[in-house]
């Protein structure tokens, strides 16, 4: 896991780099710095507490589904593992280093592998109801306005594409390593895992439906922060406007192969949202969005998640 997020944080750098050099050719001007320490200030506190209530809600969506098989920890832990899980998220392509973070977290307050890989799946279970319901509302918002079907499709033909190439070379390397020990261990682990996972199915259907609805709110939150910064740049545009027009953006971002959706985030919403800023400002908007909406999340869980693992390995 180690080496796993040190090399994603490498080509995170990388694709953040070249990303944000091109934004910043392709979109400053002399203006744009104004626009920038022009920024509403009451709107811009607005987009840090949408940002706030997502960590909340992820931390209420584990605590849930920690509490459903009796494992315990404080709320306090549970917002060191929402950074820590953002971190791992963001270095790792879609997002799944998020669910091995976690999986760390849980370990350590000294539970089961069985029960916590089925903790963190039916957190993953959960997040997928967004999805699901909200997939009828994007279709409808291509069919209200088909100008965004083009910029979207392109965004998730690249996704489709990044993902075959990306499960193409996991599939090869399993199969090259089908004969190691190691890899046999992880089939009869993976079996004991799904017999444990069968707790949710009839025993804690409340505590499921709990967590999806957290992990509605959570999503809810996080489309709130771009609405929430536009407004600091002055945009007149309704905020469900704003809400909605990113939806096609989000699906693509959380499938993306590259670290924490890194790169088509940034040129995916410089798509999405030019029709609702000015061109000098758009660019400074997108950077600002992911530094709020995700860098700088994972910039503090990536600094919490050295400390424990530094603690750990010293006893």
Same mark, same amino acid.
């Given at each position: 896991?180690? !080496? ?18 091109? &934004? ?27 940002? /706030?209530?997502?960590?909340? /809600? ?66 993953? +279970? ?12 994007? +279709? ?8 965004? +079907? !083009? ?6 033909? +690249? ?10 070379? &996991? ?27 069968? &707790? ?24 709130? &922060? ?12 309704? /905020?469900?406007?704003?809400? !909605? ?71």
């Amino acid at each position: 896991m180690k !080496k796993t997020f040190i090399y994603g944080t490498l080509i995170l750098a990388l694709i953040l780099l070249l990303t944000f050099t091109f &934004i910043f050719l392709k979109t400053f001007s002399k203006e744009t710095l104004s626009s920038v320490l022009g920024l509403k200030k009451r709107y811009l506190i607005l987009s840090g507490l949408f940002l /706030f209530l997502y960590h909340t /809600f992820d931390n209420i969506r584990l605590y849930i589904l920690s509490r459903a098989v009796g494992l315990r920890y404080s709320l306090r832990y549970g917002y060191t593992m929402s950074f820590i899980n953002t971190f791992g998220a963001t270095v790792t392509p879609a997002h799944a280093g998020g669910e091995l973070a976690a999986v760390y977290m849980l370990l350590r307050r000294g539970s089961s592998v069985h029960k916590v890989m089925s903790i963190v799946t039916m957190k993953t +279970v959960s997040g997928i109801v967004f999805f699901i319901i909200a997939l009828p509302f994007l +279709v409808h918002q291509f069919i209200s306005n088909p100008r965004l +079907v !083009k910029p979207v499709a392109e965004i998730l033909a +690249v996704v489709l594409i990044g993902t075959i190439l990306l499960y193409t070379t &996991i599939n090869y390397l399993l199969r090259k390593n089908a004969g190691k020990p190691s890899l046999r261990r992880l089939r009869e682990t993976l079996k004991k895992y799904f017999y444990y996972l069968q &707790i949710f199915g009839y025993k804690r259907k409340t505590y499921f439906l709990l967590a999806s609805l957290s992990s509605i709110l959570l999503y809810l939150s996080f489309m709130m &922060i771009a609405p929430s910064l536009a407004k600091a740049f002055g945009s007149d545009e309704p /905020f469900f406007e704003l809400f !909605k027009a990113q939806l096609g953006l989000l699906y693509a971002i959380f499938i993306s192969p590259t670290p924490g959706g890194s790169g088509v985030g940034e040129l995916g919403a410089l798509a999405v949202f030019s029709g609702f800023l000015e061109a000098h400002q758009i660019g400074a908007f997108v950077i600002l969005w992911r530094l709020i909406s995700q860098y700088a999340s994972a910039a503090v869980g990536g600094v919490l998640f050295i400390l424990y693992l530094l603690k750990d390995l010293r006893t």
